[in-house]
């Protein structure tokens, strides 16, 4: 009994506090909100010194990566110029030369080759080999792995070309897997040309292949401070080295990385495997080869994790507590606002008899209060809109009455047409006829979109009538096949253009004028040219008449109108895409075209 006492005190105490909040102002509930949520900040400023101290170290291992693969890219080049240097040793030597030179060289001149490119292979370790071949199919050469490549004899030709391409020039040539009698290595070459210093003539060329430990010796004390891998490739995406071995003369022409890589440096976050990196890399100007340095971000990261996690944990339960009060009081805010929204959706569905039932005096039910006016407001507002509508309608019919009937012309026009045949005049009662349905098409704005046969159809109908006028000074060649009348555009495409070559393009001809209609397919486009043998215009009136169909610039009255409105109408139609293009020459003619989509295409598709 005493526990539903209790509970029933509870119960209005509850009911009490409740009625005493929610008349407060929404300042007040918010105040109230934000007491219970003082712990945010703390959460947001641990948060975001977590973020910032992870997001630091991260940006300070991409540019330590960044600055030490640039290093390592420039000590690589050092090496490899070292290499160009040393191919280019023998040019020095006026003796070695005229040995390499001799068609019938001596025992002791050849002694003294091979012991001129066993001193080259002794200037850098990881040089395993020398080749010089002359011009008479002798090969001098050093080994420190006592045994040449199993594929020489293949080799040398395509080294022949790559030696006569680079003319003198030393060319690199990327990481192969090279086999010998003994064994097996990678390594990359370096070829050059051997000249004449009198005439410049070839005489042959020299070749060193260079195992790719020179390159593995930079590269392993890095990978070992990053815990991560290097990759080099050539300009062809070929792997010239590969710090794990396992990509070493692979192509990587789809690989993320050469895709993101579009720079001359720069890194990326990528994910390899499921694993998560940070790849810096870097081209060379020299080689042209690109280096990658993949971080694992785990690795770059570990001690920022450690301290994230730390802080997630101590402010967790915080944010913990601070929801419950968020969300319980959050739900008492908005209850009455999702109140206002359901009437708010009656309402937009039509309903006005609707009204929010307020309680309280909190800004929430002043909001309420003040939208059942609004309701009424619109109701009232909705009234007066059906009452002028109705005179408008009244204003519209008289307006209507006053205006003139086009059948009153197009019954006129059939009246005058009628007399001229009662008195035998055929031409005049043809040209009444002609203009007409000239009249009935133009004036018709029921059907504002037609097809290419009923716009042909005008356009029949108005050179009619201007050879009536000119004596049949004009011919039009209609070269559109009856397939493509049934193409949709828009009324009155053909007329103006034709119109526009007939006031201008034969004004001071007194032969005949030619105009030619063709239709070109391009696409899911479809261009149409109106082209005519006229006087054409000068680059000048050329550049006026694009220029006003820009809207850029305005021409004297009257003139280029017909042009403009038609590219007007096509692109307020159809897109900025369509629309026409003038192409002319003073004495050659014009030539418009006309580009419209397909419509027939695009309805099938």
Not at 66 to 85: G, P
Not at 337 to 342: F, G, N, R
Not at 453 to 481: S, T, W
Request: proline share 2%; aromatic share 10%.
């Amino acid at each position: 009994m005493r526990k539903g006492i209790n509970g029933s005190v509870f119960q209005r105490l509850a009911e009490r506090s409740w009625i005493i909040f929610a008349n407060l102002n929404m300042q007040q509930k918010l105040l109230i909100v934000f007491l219970f949520l003082v712990c945010l900040p703390v959460v947001m400023v641990s948060y975001a010194s977590s973020y910032y101290y992870s997001r630091s170290i991260k940006d300070n291992t991409i540019a330590y990566a960044t600055e030490s693969t640039t290093k390592m890219l420039l000590k690589l080049d050092d090496y490899v110029t070292d290499l160009y240097n040393m191919s280019a040793m023998p040019l020095y030597n006026k003796e070695f030369l005229e040995m390499l030179a001799d068609p019938n060289i001596e025992l002791q001149k050849s002694k003294s080759i091979y012991t001129y490119i066993e001193n080259l292979n002794k200037i850098k370790p990881e040089t395993m080999s020398v080749y010089v071949f002359d011009n008479y199919g002798r090969v001098y050469y050093n080994i420190k792995s006592l045994s040449t490549r199993n594929n020489l004899d293949e080799i040398k030709g395509a080294w022949a070309e790559i030696a006569a391409r680079g003319s003198g020039r030393p060319q690199l040539v990327s990481t192969k897997e090279i086999s010998t009698y003994k064994d097996s290595y990678y390594a990359f070459s370096v070829i050059r040309q051997l000249k004449q210093t009198t005439d410049m003539s070839p005489i042959g060329y020299i070749v060193f292949d260079t195992n790719i430990t020179a390159i593995n010796r930079q590269m392993q004390d890095f990978d070992a401070v990053t815990k991560g891998k290097t990759i080099l490739v050539d300009e062809s995406n070929m792997v010239v080295f590969d710090s794990e071995g396992k990509l070493a003369t692979k192509n990587l022409s789809n690989d993320e990385s050469l895709r993101l890589a579009a720079a001359d440096r720069g890194s990326f976050p990528i994910e390899v495997e499921g694993k998560s990196y940070i790849c810096t890399y870097a081209k060379s100007s020299l080689t042209n080869w690109k280096m990658f340095v993949y971080i694992p971000v785990e690795e770059a990261t570990r001690q920022a994790a450690v301290t994230r996690n730390i802080t997630l944990i101590t402010t967790g339960v915080f944010v913990t507590i601070a929801l419950l009060f968020a969300i319980a009081i959050s739900y008492a805010l908005t209850r009455p606002l999702i109140k206002i929204k359901t009437l708010m959706q009656e309402v937009q569905t039509g309903n006005l008899e609707v009204s929010f039932n307020q309680k309280y005096r909190d800004e929430v039910g002043m909001l309420g209060r003040h939208f059942n006016i609004m309701v009424n407001r619109v109701r009232e507002l909705l009234e007066e809109v059906r009452w002028t509508q109705n005179r408008k309608k009244e204003a519209e019919y008289a307006a209507l009455q006053s205006q003139i009937n086009p059948h009153f012309i197009y019954n006129t026009l059939e009246t005058i047409r009628m007399k001229a045949e009662m008195n035998d005049d055929e031409e005049v009662a043809d040209m009444t006829f002609t203009l007409g349905k000239l009249l009935r098409y133009g004036v018709n704005h029921e059907e504002q979109r037609v097809t290419v046969g009923q716009e042909l159809a005008h356009l029949n109908n108005y050179m009619l009538l201007q050879n009536m006028r000119f004596a049949n000074k004009f011919q039009l060649i209609n070269e559109i096949p009856q397939a493509d009348y049934s193409i949709p555009c828009i009324k009155l495409m053909f007329q103006p253009i034709v119109e526009n070559a007939v006031h201008y393009a034969f004004k001071n001809r007194l032969g005949e004028g030619l105009i030619r209609i063709s239709i070109v397919h391009e696409g899911e486009d479809v261009v149409f040219i109106v082209e005519d043998d006229g006087s054409g215009m000068d680059a000048q009136r050329l550049k006026a008449i694009r220029e006003h169909m820009a809207g850029t610039r305005e021409l004297p009255s009257g003139k280029g109108i017909g042009l403009r409105n038609v590219n007007d109408r096509i692109k307020l139609q159809y897109g900025e895409l369509y629309g026409l293009h003038v192409e002319s020459g003073e004495n050659k003619g014009t030539r418009v075209t006309i580009r419209l989509p397909d419509k027939r295409l695009r309805e099938e598709g």
